[in-house]
């Protein structure tokens, strides 16, 4: 294996390492390098999040009912858990038209699970037409113990 002198793309002289074609790069000395976990460390650690949606108005009540159900069972079927019961705000008009609808119904989620685990849930709200928007934020873990998601450090 052939090892010649680089630059590292931050900027710091590394070497590369030239196998069968492929070229790694490797980090300067002293840098960490960001690895996945896997099974093992920290990748289980149940994380609080808040999920708002907003189901099309062009439905009827019912039907919108119905993907409260739909997004709750997607959550527990990635291995997360919907804290409570969704926070239901009804139908509400939209501040300005999305995708040619003036208004829609409005569903929060306190949501606890590991990280990435919601990769696909997203995915799945994403490629909905009957969802207009999604947002899912990270909980800081004080808001979390507040809201009775996270037990007290």
């Known amino acids: 294996m052939e090892m010649t002198r680089t630059s590292h793309p931050c900027g710091e002289p590394g070497f590369a390492r030239y196998a069968s074609g492929v070229i790694f790069t490797l980090p300067p000395r002293g840098l960490q390098v960001p690895r996945r976990l896997g099974t093992e460390g920290s990748s289980h650690v149940m ?88 947002k899912l934020i990270r909980l800081p873990d004080h808001e979390a113990q507040r809201r009775g998601m996270l037990a007290a450090a």
């Open 47 to 134: 994380r609080a999040y808040e999920l708002m949606v907003i189901i099309s108005g062009d439905l009827d009540e019912n039907a919108a009912h119905g993907w409260l159900k739909t997004i709750s069972s997607s959550i527990t079927s990635v291995g997360g858990k919907v804290h409570g019961s969704p926070d239901w705000w009804g139908k509400r008009r939209l501040a300005y038209l999305i995708n040619k609808k003036s208004d829609g119904f409005y569903a929060v989620f306190n949501v606890l699970a590991s990280a990435g685990a919601l990769d696909e849930v997203e995915r799945g709200l994403r490629i909905s037409e009957d969802i207009i928007r999604h």
